[in-house]
């Protein structure tokens, strides 16, 4: 029995360390390379086997309002911290408590982009541990304007929809990097569940966050190359 107890921690151990070799491989790759399937894509296409929409395109071929709008919406102190904004979750547990129930989380870009590249969208501890884990690998790793290039390549906007240049094209035929100050807000007004709100563009929430984006995203401070 003793040696079966043992047997079996190791197994486990070992795929602990498998999983994080695997990420700490993912990320020095993806360093400079495009980053053209995540977990959360998997998952998607898995679910019913229809294409993922998502083109890859850099930094510089993004839209600034864009880059403006999702640090507005999404981390006001992306440029600020090391992958974890501690006064965004204790005001997130906060809001939390007073609603008794969960609705929001303080997740940064950074902890977000960690869970769709490699985790699931179920809630969890051990989620959310390995996604703490893959959040300290990749803030180490890489500058806040590759997380921000990765993020803003990756991330959700509708159903089979990722990436701003697919969602640019989808919802104004256009490239990203010709998005407006107005498209923007509204882009990112659908994260980070877009499909709450891909169907019903009048709901009081997406407008209210659609004018909120608009009045603080000047305000966002953007990432420099060797941040």
Do not use: C
């Not at 709901?203 to 966002?220: D, E, V």
């Amino acid at each position: 029995m003793k040696a079966f107890i043992v047997r079996t921690l190791l197994v486990l151990l070992s795929i602990v360390i498998g999983v994080q070799l695997w990420i700490f491989a993912s990320l020095a790759w993806w360093r400079t390379h495009p980053v053209e399937n995540t977990m959360f894509m998997r998952l998607n296409y898995w679910s019913d086997f229809k294409p993922i929409k998502q083109q890859w395109v850099p930094y510089d071929q993004i839209s600034v309002q864009l880059k403006r709008a999702v640090i507005a919406a999404e981390d006001g102190q992306f440029i600020n911290h090391h992958g974890f904004d501690w006064t965004g979750i204790e005001k997130a547990m906060q809001r939390n408590q007073q609603q008794e129930r969960v609705v929001s989380g303080g997740s940064t870009i950074s902890q977000q982009l960690a869970k769709n590249l490699f985790l699931y969208p179920r809630r969890s501890f051990i989620r959310k541990g390995q996604e703490s884990v893959a959040t300290v690998m990749m803030e180490r790793m890489w500058s806040k304007q590759r997380i921000l290039e990765v993020y803003l390549n990756v991330v959700e906007f509708g159903d089979h929809l990722y990436g701003v240049e697919a969602a640019a094209q989808h919802y104004f035929s256009r490239s990203a990097s010709q998005v407006n100050r107005e498209q923007a807000a509204f882009l990112i007004a659908l994260l980070p569940s877009p499909k709450n709100f891909q169907q019903d563009q009048s709901n009081s929430r997406f407008l209210f966050k659609q004018r909120h984006i608009l009045k603080y995203m000047n305000n966002s401070m953007l990432p420099k190359e060797s941040d």
